[in-house]
């Protein structure tokens, strides 16, 4: 078979990170991280500490030539000024190991894990930790500095700086712009300084690893050249110079994005940034690693406030798209690739390249056979093509490596994230390799792909070489019981010669399964339509991309509701996906019944036994009625809309709770429904009777936007005489006079969640409800 080969000495590998998989975070006298303080989770996470060479050994055999991975910063430094030399003890002992499995490493000094006693000393926003940052690289140095060749210093500064001290995601926290900026520029100055320090110690190449993500719009997510309008083309140019152009530019130019610089200057001034520092980051390196998952998509959108993990970039909405997505919501793009490393190519030249992580989280199934992670496998072969594409276009991509080794401790998600060729059991710390660990043994192998895509082996091409029926192949396959050894054996041998992936199918034999999935409607009240547009848009994307066949149902009356059931018992799906109506029934109660896997969307009027999808209203009111209490308002009212609501309901339990902490009485008007006209009513009734009214917090936008009318009516001023403040972020909510103050219901989120809520459940997962944040959006109306 031809192969799609990659160029010769071409590096194949994986990426891992110390927090992640090392556990043994009191060991040797390893100090706490800023991740152990953050983290909930138990850290034991991989045991890589104790069972590097079992890990080191599976590397052989899948044939890794590369095994990239980071050093403990407190590990080595447990205070962060003491040298700790046992801490160093565990890397000599794994760089040996490496070595005599013929296994270069790849070691990367900065994996986010900052010690906790640097962040109490004022962690990255302080100068004083890149200068630490440069004693630390000392000192690794010059104890394994024989036995490494290439050398990173920091990974993902974006990360660590913006979700770690911007919108405070990620450890330590910290939700601070100003400290976010002062931070990238120190992890930076980290680097400059560190090379600075590798180099005299004798390391022979020194890189960086950056995040980069190729910034587009909707449209050109599913055609690249698109023309933009002015103003999504000023959106675009500015989201990369936050996210890439901010780093990429003082690496390898030495200077900032002049278009840059205003924008930390009104954040937080320019005074951290020295003279002579950009000189040291800008200093040559021998290699960029770069991390790529997916493309950052996003539009212009007016009155839209600042993401706080990028500050400056008011006016810009961050978008989610309907394609094929990762368990993990992130959108699977593999050109993507191509056009990053075609873009780093022309305007950073020269340059030598690595793709230091690449990967994706998906739900695996272990069965009595393996894990099967099909999805894994071609989300792989497609990155690896696009890469050969650039590659072939002249890019100097010198190496891949996966992310990642291990299912591990996925930072703030956790364990339940599973990016690993290699599945962990964490109770037992078993290991097993999936599919996609033989699948890329295979591509090391031949340094390359296959060219042509063979035909994969199907059930009958597998019953026909065993010589059993179709059902016997999808029992073995299915792991049952009730197959003998012989037969067992037979289909076990076809199945491994012919290279068969058990797919979909092969296991509804057994299983019954159809691959189809209801989702039920209801006729939404007004303000429900985007909402279900969203859940049919997203839900229905995300379900057939994990090779499932959705059935529309409308749920309008009560013919339709037992017609629905019907269909339900008779088993004609796997699932459901019910919006629920907003009148009290009983279609949910009745579907629980049928043992078929329910997901709910909204949190019903009753306790129920279904698993539902909602959002924070208590929380997102108590905060539109704080942020109303600190400007200065101390006469507030609500408009509510029909009280059968439960939304309704809890909206205002929320600013009730609010008021009563803040010692202020309630002021309530009634809506008839939700529309704007109510809001107008209710609104003229608040004022009517409480003349000194200054705020107004409407349970939805719409009744907001009546409200915005009936105070004009009154000649009311708006904020100056009264404030507004809505739910749910409605597209028109940015356009009204003045822009409306909101509070936004993360609408794609909810349709995202109720798709991964659903698949747990056809797994078999223990599943809970899930409650999404919202987020209140200040605009000019308070």
Known sequence: MSTASFPQGFVWGVSTSAFQIEGATSADGRGPSIWDTFSSDRAEACDHFHRFPEDVRLMKDLGMAAYRFSVSWPRVFPDGVTLNPAGLDFYDRLLDELLAAGITPYANLYHWDLPQAL???????????????????????????????????????????????????????????ADAFTSAHHLLLAHGLGLQALRAAGAAKVGAVMNISPVMTPAQVSDFGRPLSEEDAEAVARIDTLANRQFLDPLLRGEYPADLLPVIERAVGLDHIHDGDLAAIGRPMDLLGINYYAPLVVQAQPSEPADPAFPGSEGILFCTVPTAVTAMGWPIVPNCLSLLLGRISRDYPGIDLMITEN??????????????????????????????????????????LVWTLLDNLEWADGYQRKFGLVHVDFATQR???????????DVIR?????????????????????????????????????????VRSSVLRAVQELGYVPNAAARSLVTRRTNAIALVLSVPRNGGDPLTAAVVQYVTSMLEGAGKQITLMLADTAESHRRIVQHVEARLVDGVVLLPPDRADTLAERLSRTGVPVVLLGKPAVASLVPYVDVDNEGGAAAATEHLLSRGRTRLGMICGPMDLVTVQDRLAGHRAALRRAGAQPLLALAADLDRASGAAATRQLLGDNPSLDAVLAATDQLAIGALRAAREAGRRVPEDLAVVGFDDIDAASATTPALTTVRVPVADQALALARLLLSRLEGRHTTSVVLPTRLVVRESS
Do not use: C
């Open 359 to 400: 990967g994706a989280d998906f739900v695996d199934v272990v069965t009595g056979d393996g894990i099967h992670d099909v999805d894994r496998i071609n989300f792989i072969e497609e990155h690896l093509r696009a890469l050969r594409a650039a590659i072939a276009d002249g890019a100097r991509v010198r190496g891949y």
């Open 119 to 177: 962040e109490d000393a004022g962690g990255w926003p302080s100068r004083d930790t890149a200068r630490r940052f440069a004693g630390y690289a000392t000192a690794v140095a010059e104890r394994l500095g024989d036995r490494v060749g290439t050398w990173f210093t920091v990974n993902e500064p974006w990360v660590a700086a913006f979700l770690g001290y911007g919108s405070g995601i990620h450890a330590p926290g910290r939700k601070s712009a």
């Open 446 to 486: 031949r340094n390359g792909l296959a060219d042509t895509r063979p035909r994969r082996p199907t059930l009958e091409t597998v019953a026909a070489r065993a010589q059993v029926s179709r059902a016997t192949v999808s029992r073995v396959v299915n792991g049952e019981a009730s197959v003998s050894p012989e």
């Open 431 to 441: 290991r097993r390799m999936k599919d996609s660990a033989l699948w890329y043994r």
